[in-house]
């Protein structure tokens, strides 16, 4: 289990990471995303290399990761409501390119969230 684990938890620092090199113009930015990004970051490369020397802590922390990286993109970014606590991409100058570093870090994050805490409740059922 923990080699699919350790699979989706590496895939969400990587989506994470290349989420953060795409340019994406808004005249929403604020530190919000920045500093929360970080901790998601952070919090999704400790669970990949805790998955990956088969910690088993790192199951459930990378499914709770990933389900607030999930979450987060979608609140944060494909939600059409403008606050100092998002950035959506609606209505501005943002690239198909951008559009789609969500899409993926939503879908990744969804796939960690699955296999941190519902997989692995199916695997215990006899």
């Given amino acids: 289990m923990s080699g699919r684990v350790a699979a989706a938890a590496w895939a969400l620092v990587v989506v994470q990471v290349v989420h953060g090199a795409i340019p994406a113009d808004t005249s929403a930015e604020g530190n919000v995303g920045f ?10 490369l400790v669970a990949a290399i805790g998955a990956s020397v088969k910690k088993p ?38 690239s198909a390119l951008a ?7 939503i879908a990744i994050g969804l796939w960690a969230a ?13």
């Fill in 99 to 105: 559009w789609l570093g969500v899409a993926a870090s």
């Fill in 114 to 126: 699955y296999e941190g805490l519902v997989r692995p409740r199916q695997l215990a059922v006899p």
């Fill in 35 to 44: 500093y929360a990004g970080i901790v998601l970051l952070l919090a999704s």
């Fill in 57 to 94: 802590w790192s199951v459930p922390l990378a499914g709770w990761a990933g389900l607030v990286v999930a979450v987060g993109f979608t609140l944060y970014h494909a939600v059409p409501v403008r606050s100092p606590l998002t950035n959506p991409y609606f209505g501005e100058p943002v």
